[in-house]
């Protein structure tokens, strides 16, 4: 490495539940700097969640299916000979909870119910059932690991 390590910058937490990674979750939702607006979405969300799933609190049920699209490994390309190889590579922690967010606000962003927050909440459901099309992501992340896992001994 050539150059210094560089900082993290520390995330404060939400107003509402008191915890970080709502928001970041918060700020990969925001679009154009609208944070507020992000943070409502969110908040419409979790209250939605908790009005169809009355045997848990809303946000347990966010984390739950949060844990439930992370994925272990990726694949990630290299070229070796000529040949490009998809090589399967563990991912680090942070990494981890960057993708599981991103795929869940970028295919709730892709449903098709009215507003956001509604849109966000069936996501949310759907991922916490194991279920709904970032989950099918992470799995089919994990199956094409599976599949070219004789390439592992390329890892850089």
């Keep these: 490495m050539r150059r210094r390590k560089a900082k993290k910058i520390a995330i404060l937490p939400d107003p509402r539940f008191k ?3 709502v928001t970041k979750f ?14 409502k979405i969110f908040y419409d969300a979790i209250d ?31 070229r070796v000979g000529g040949a490009t190889f998809q090589i399967p590579t563990p991912v680090r922690e942070g990494r981890k909870q960057s993708l599981g967010m ?4 970028g295919y709730a ?27 099918k992501k992470k799995e089919d992340t994990l199956r094409m690991a599976e599949a070219n896992k004789a390439f592992s001994h390329f890892r850089f």
């Design 109 to 135: 962003r892709k449903r098709n119910e009215k507003t956001m927050a509604q849109r966000l909440a069936a996501e949310i459901i759907a991922s916490s059932k194991e279920e709904g099309a970032a989950f």
């Design 19 to 21: 915890e970080e990674m």
């Design 26 to 39: 918060v700020n990969n939702l925001m679009l154009d700097g609208k944070k507020s607006l992000a943070f």
């Design 48 to 78: 939605i969640v908790d009005g169809k799933i009355e045997d848990q609190d809303g946000l347990d049920v966010w984390k739950k299916g949060l844990e439930n699209i992370t994925p272990s490994v990726e694949v990630r390309s290299r």
């Design 102 to 105: 991103k795929w869940m606000i």
